[in-house]
């Protein structure tokens, strides 16, 4: 490799021509006059054609000799040897003088030539996004909708133009502040949007001011953008994740260094819904406000029975008493089969679940590895499902040859699959034909866990029944229920110890009893008589 020079040079123009002075300069004189050079011979291109690394604008011959030696330490990366590492590091340093760039930093230059990657990458976060997601196809589907979601909605619009090598924590804070600002925006918007539609409910429909005021009402209801929801603090955890698992890919396939902004993100702390039990204060709350006390809301053993009852005689109404009493997801209970229905062991097995894609459907496998279970049945459930069992082999004869035979435990009335959509859309009328306050289906799950643990059922069986990766997982949705238990615990180790006299409370009317003291009992302090007042004063 050739040893590089410095050069002085004029700048100065002749201001009537316009053409460079050179060493015509009027100041040429000068010693400190014009700027300085950093030039490098670079390997020759793959054509053979010469070309050099030239660099100039330097205040001082040392600033310049300052910029060789960087560029003659990169040409030393690659080995004598090595003409095709000569060649890339030539490539570079050629882009980056023609491009006006500062020069690439020597550890990052050695990391990515060692390791066989582009030198000269300029991936940005929402190219490598694009190219992380393509390698996420044999996801479920509903995880790699969940994985394109964040992508598309929030990642790319605020970290898509980045230089992926360039991304850092500060990015991040400032793309996670964009959205609690956007999320302010669209409440106060739909606030807005929601006040308007009261007042144009409110307006009657007779008369033509009233006309002519419910029209200026509906052009602002048209003006306004329409209801949207927002990316809540439980919702930017998993976006976080999401970048955080797509920077990992990264890192493995060293196409980023080591260090993973994701993982030094600091979010808002998000409060995730607890479980609550419809009591008669909330079912009045309910009433007389229209808004449930929490998004979870779970029925009494009286309000289950209720719903039950009134469901006996539904053509699916081993479906619902499955999901109440054993806590079965809605897609794994649509997608039961009777292979696993075992009457030697009275059990369900699951292993299969329908998956609602928008409005399609496919047969995927439970939700999580610990989702693959045997649930245990009752025997009045067993029996009930053997009924229902009977029932569907008089539908088989009933429908012929139009019969579909799917081998699920529960389907419509020609054998076809049920629709996990449908299933909540019925379930919801039922609970409205029954009278009862108002609960998902998904919430009839919960139902399961509150009845299971209000029997005393340890809460690592009730965990293992729902399919629950973690006990933990089962204690934080269940706060409420088992802080309702810990209270008759409470109660129930009182009244192991035997107590020769009543309860403080059960004695009406009379004076407390003294407790037997130890001590001598403390008297509050005498109050001087105005004689003793006189002769201390």
């Not at 009977?390 to 699920?408: A, I, N, P, S, V």
């Not at 129930?492 to 403080?504: A, D, G, I, N, W």
Request: aromatic content about 6%.
């Amino acid at each position: 490799m050739k040893n590089g020079t410095t050069s002085r040079r004029c700048a100065c123009r002749n201001p009537t021509t316009g053409k460079p002075y050179g060493a015509a300069c009027p100041k040429a004189s000068n010693t400190r006059h014009g700027l300085w050079y950093a030039i490098q011979e670079l390997v020759p291109r793959q054509d053979g054609t010469r070309r050099r690394f030239r660099r100039g604008g330097f205040e001082t011959a040392t600033a310049a000799k300052t910029e060789l030696s960087k560029v003659a330490a990169l040409m030393a990366i690659p080995d004598e040897d090595d003409p095709a590492g000569q060649l890339a590091i030539s490539d570079l340093l050629e882009a980056c003088a023609a491009a006006k760039e500062p020069l690439p930093d020597y550890d990052e230059t050695l990391r990515r030539f060692k390791t066989g990657q582009a030198l000269n990458s300029k991936i940005t976060v929402g190219e490598w996004l694009d190219t992380w997601l393509a390698g996420r196809k044999r996801l479920r589907v509903t995880g790699y909708k969940r994985y394109e979601c964040d992508v598309r909605v929030h990642l790319k619009p605020h970290l898509g133009n980045i230089r992926l090598d360039k991304l850092r924590v500060h990015h991040l804070n400032t793309m996670f502040d964009s959205i609690n600002e956007r999320n302010i925006e669209i409440q106060e918007q739909n606030a807005q949007r929601k006040a308007v539609q009261a007042e144009l409910k409110a307006t009657p429909n007779k008369g033509a001011e009233n006309r002519a005021r419910r029209g200026w009402f509906r052009a602002q209801l048209d003006a306004m953008p329409p209801f949207r929801r927002i990316t809540s603090l439980n919702t930017q955890p998993h976006i976080k994740a999401t970048l955080r698992a797509a920077l990992n890919v990264a890192i493995a396939q060293q196409v980023m260094s080591p260090f993973n902004p994701a993982e030094h993100v600091e979010l808002l702390p998000g409060t995730k819904p607890k479980a609550l039990i419809w009591t008669d204060e909330r079912i009045a709350r309910w009433q007389a406000a229209g808004v449930k006390p929490s998004p979870v809301m779970v029925w009494t053993p009286e309000q289950t029975g209720k719903f039950l009852d009134f469901v006996a005689g539904d053509r699916l109404y081993p479906l619902w008493r499955l999901i109440s009493f054993r806590g079965t997801r809605r897609g794994e209970s649509c997608g039961a089969r009777w292979e696993d229905l075992s009457a030697a062991e009275r059990s369900l097995a699951i292993a299969t679940q329908l998956v609602q894609d928008g409005w399609e459907i496919h047969e995927g496998a439970p939700k999580t590895d610990s989702g693959i279970r045997l649930i245990a049945l009752d025997d009045e459930t067993f029996d009930v499902l053997q009924a229902h069992k009977l029932r569907q082999e008089r539908e088989r004869e009933q429908w012929g040859e139009g019969w579909k035979d799917t081998g699920r435990i529960f389907t419509q009335e020609d054998g076809s699959l049920l629709h996990p959509g449908k299933v909540s859309d019925l379930f919801e009328r039922l609970v409205t034909a029954a009278g009862l306050p108002p609960i998902r289906l998904h919430d009839l799950r919960h139902v399961a866990a509150t009845l299971m643990l209000a029997a005393g059922v340890d809460i690592k069986v009730v965990s293992e029944t729902l399919g629950h990766s973690d006990t933990r997982i089962t204690r934080d949705i269940y706060q409420a229920v088992l802080d309702g238990l810990a209270r008759d615990a409470a109660e129930k180790v009182v009244q192991l110890v035997p107590r020769s006299r009543p309860h403080l409370s059960a004695v009406p009317n009379k004076q407390t009893p003294e407790p037997s003291r130890t001590l001598p009992r403390m008297q509050p302090p005498k109050r001087p008589s105005a004689e003793e007042e006189e002769h201390t004063a």
